[in-house]
DNA sequence: TATGAATGAGGTTTCATTCAT
DNA sequence: TATGAATGAAACCTCATTCAT
């Protein structure tokens, strides 16, 4: 380690230390970019928002689309960490799913490409909607053992509640901030073991 | 049900005949291209579609935003027309509120501008939300009226609980249809007066 | 005359007045409209104006250039009119010149469209020019027998200040009506025999 | 005389050096074009000739009309220089007066879009008008003070006269190229002190 | 014959992506 | 490696002209 100093790994180094505060920089301004104007805005605003330029903003993401894709996917993953850690934290397990929510929502707030993102794409991307079902899916097993968990509640339901949930967010990010907790309340009101009439079969269109 | 509807109230003299049939085809056009592809599609695919030049489309339509509105309100509209008539032609103030989502939300199914819209501008127009408002206000006094509303309940409440449910229907339009049912069933539930506990404040960012 | 009356002279005497009523119609408008927009306005707007159709205006006239052209012949024929009856009235020869300028100037005043013709084709038609060149060699003429005029200026001389002062007159005609008369007077007195000395041969570059 | 003059001032790092050369040879072929076409010309026929993309030319000129007045400002500067070198250089002042109008006008020789330009905005820009009126001044000023310019005669005049110049130099470029000079001399005989007749007070429509 | 809606080529402008420096 | 100017296909929109009624 103290030899192999002369060659060029400093620099090459520093060139690393730049290029990932450069990357780090790109899906920052982008994260915003996108969450202030949609997934249409001009790759331009956020070169010059991240203080790149466009040569050194594909270099890193080959495609508008792929940057997109990434500021997405790291979004959505902190989103899910923290509103995990929130989970685990919390004893009570219907508590704990209500927090989950609340904290997955409250970070969604004002995004703009999330939502266009869940109604073209079903979510971010594979892999996060996989992991998203998973931590779903350890939350509502804690409800069920608790016995909390209205039956037949599946994790899909749970999932496309929280993507449901995010329009409302959105909806009235500007106007009516807050607002969206009250169809939070109501919608767990229905998933609470108060309610034991069976939801219908899901793959059935019928009333 | 049928789009454009009140299209052609006198075909009168000329090439106007024409003209009302343009205009209809090109709204309906527009209305499944938008649908399929979002605000942000070419003009001339609608141009195309509709079977017009595009002089013709923008005779009728100065601008591709005023063509989205436009085509968003009748959609809209009609689809609250269709709502509204289920609920009236239901005796049972439940069902009639349950009819009501049930239809509005079974014809925006596979339409992405609308979800769209309601993203960026929280509904189609003004009109049109005021409209809606109203449409949901006379089911909404039924339910109290008859005791089986949740109290509290505001028509907001359901007004955004109807575009947040759109998201979930469009979600799941490709892969999962009809699932939204499920979701919808599970909001009833909690809006239904067996349901006691106070909603939070709108207004209240805390729990 | 009293006789056929009931075949159909009647109402084709009233489709030759309206024709005719709507070709003067035309022209009137397009004046006004070319003068205030110049030649590139659309042609609707000439059609809204002189409440026809488009088809009739077509009719008329099956180009708009055609239609430019026979406006700006015309007005420029009236005002040649106008110019020379107001020289020919005029006893003195030097005044009669001077006169036909400032009437042929004065009706010149706010029309764009005459001076982009000026420049495009050297005026509004040949005809026109033909007619102009004759009557200012009319008025030339009588200048040059009373021995006011310059030797060696001729009605090509004459033509073109005529095209060259419309320019000054339309320059200013905003901000500076009849600042023009100035620059005429300055012209007419180097036109004046008192300038003896000959002028540069025509089709010679050299100074 | 060259076009484009101050364009490159230091050639800097990067692709600078390219932008540069791009601008003026937008600048260059824009000049020909709006002179061969007049101002109505395709923007493509600019990029095509100036050899560089549709991008390239709008991030130089985010607007068609800015290239238009830009390139009428260049060239209308360029010339202006033109004929006030010539002017310096000459001593008699009558001669250096005469000198700076043929030198202007020659350049202006078949450039239609100055004269629209003249018709339409009453020259190029402020700021060129500006410089025009204080170039035309210091001519003015030496042929007052040596007593050969007729008096009263003021810098608007001589603006406008050589605007209105410029129409006959248009007018005549193809067929008879040079017979301007005529008028030229026609109306600077007129500006002698020779004359001495006062003008029609500027402002005063009367005769 | 008069009408004005329809046409569609062509004009201006934008923007994802590339590439010389 | 970073830069941002260059690219040009494609978007939006206009308008001279045609044509069914």
């Not at 030899?3 to 730049?18: E, K, T, V």
């Not at 989950?100 to 969604?108: A, V, Y």
């Not at 990010?173 to 069976?198: C, F, K, Q, V």
Request: glycine share 8%; net charge negative.
């Amino acid at each position: 380690m103290t030899l192999a100093d002369h060659a060029a790994p400093a620099p090459r180094r520093g060139r690393w230390a730049d290029a990932e505060r450069n990357r780090a920089a790109i899906i920052e301004a982008a994260g915003q970019v996108f969450a202030e104007c949609g997934g249409s805005v001009d790759v331009r605003e956020i070169a010059r928002r991240s203080g790149v330029g466009m040569g050194t903003l594909y270099r890193h993401f080959p495609t508008k689309d792929e940057l997109l894709t990434t500021v997405l996917e790291q979004q959505f993953n902190a989103w899910l960490t923290d509103a995990h850690q929130q989970a685990v934290a919390t004893e009570d397990p219907w508590q704990a799913l209500t927090g989950f929510f609340e904290q997955l929502l409250d970070n969604q707030a004002d995004n703009r490409a999330v939502v266009e993102s869940y109604a073209t794409t079903g979510g971010p991307s594979e892999y996060c909607v996989q992991r998203c079902y998973s931590l779903i899916d350890q939350v509502r097993t804690r409800c069920v053992d608790a016995g909390v968990l209205r039956p037949g509640v599946t994790t899909e339901d749970l999932f496309l509640l929280s993507g449901s949930l995010s329009q409302a967010v959105l909806t009235t990010a500007d106007s009516h901030p807050g607002r969206w907790r009250r169809l939070l309340r109501i919608s767990l009101d229905g998933l609470s073991s108060r309610n034991t009439e069976p939801l219908p079969e899901p793959g059935t269109a019928g009333s």
